[in-house]
């Protein structure tokens, strides 16, 4: 009688097992080209405003703002820096004067 009893737990448990197993579904993973395209519309959309117009190895000064939903930040503005200027804050904006 015990052994037919261990043996009905176990079935049961295995019975249920399968059926949970049964009941969560398929879980699809998604194909590595699309997380991939999916970073590079981010990065491409962090210089959003600005495509094009950026110059390699050249400083700026970036101006940040919050961004829109899940999106942390966004470029509101930006000044390239150029020789024979300093730059400093004022009032809220950057002022610029011509070192001699």
Do not use: K
């Amino acid at each position: 009688m015990r052994s037919w009893l261990g043996l009905a737990v176990i079935v049961l448990f295995a019975a249920a097992f399968l059926v949970g197993r049964g009941s969560a579904g398929t879980r699809q993973v998604p194909a590595r080209g699309s997380f991939d395209a999916g970073y590079l519309a981010g990065r491409e959309a962090a210089f959003a405003g600005y495509d094009g117009g950026w110059a390699y190895d050249a400083p700026y000064i970036v101006f940040l703002r919050p961004g829109g939903p899940g999106i942390t930040y966004r470029v509101a503005r930006r000044l390239p820096l150029m020789p024979g200027f300093e730059y400093r804050v004022c009032g809220g904006q950057v002022c610029l004067t011509a070192v001699h």
